[in-house]
Nanobody, 125 residues
């Protein structure tokens, strides 16, 4: 059974930091790109960051988070992390991690095969 478990969300003041984790199981983790998406109330889901499969390891970021967020993967633990610094109220939302076997998934933030349940991030002003 494929599982993607996101954790690490919470309530933080603007300027603070959080680290999200996405623990994966049930598929060949190294072969998959892992992306983070978020959805704010009343808004569409958007891609935040993505890291390619282990053979590539390229990272991608939405313009709104460049320079503040860092994505990384630990293949030994089948886990992807999203370090979020200098958080802003507009970063508030439910954050989801997702996995894709497609080569274009990270470039387009599209074509994810598996999704996990989200974790809530709330940034107060």
């Amino acid at each position: 059974e494929v599982q993607l478990q996101a954790s690490g969300g919470g309530l933080v003041q603007a300027g603070g930091s959080l680290r999200l984790s996405c623990a994966a199981s049930g598929f060949t983790f190294d072969d998959y790109a892992i992306g983070w998406f978020r959805q704010a109330p009343g808004k569409e889901r958007e891609g935040v960051s993505c890291i390619s499969s282990s053979s590539d390891g390229s990272t991608y970021y939405a313009d709104s988070v460049k320079g503040r967020f860092t994505i990384s993967r630990d293949n030994a633990k089948s886990t992807v992390y999203l370090q979020m610094n200098n958080l802003k109220p507009e970063d508030t939302g439910v954050y989801y991690c997702a996995a894709s076997f497609a080569l274009y998934a990270c470039e387009l933030f599209y074509g994810m095969d598996y999704w996990g349940k989200g974790t809530q991030v709330t940034v107060s002003s």
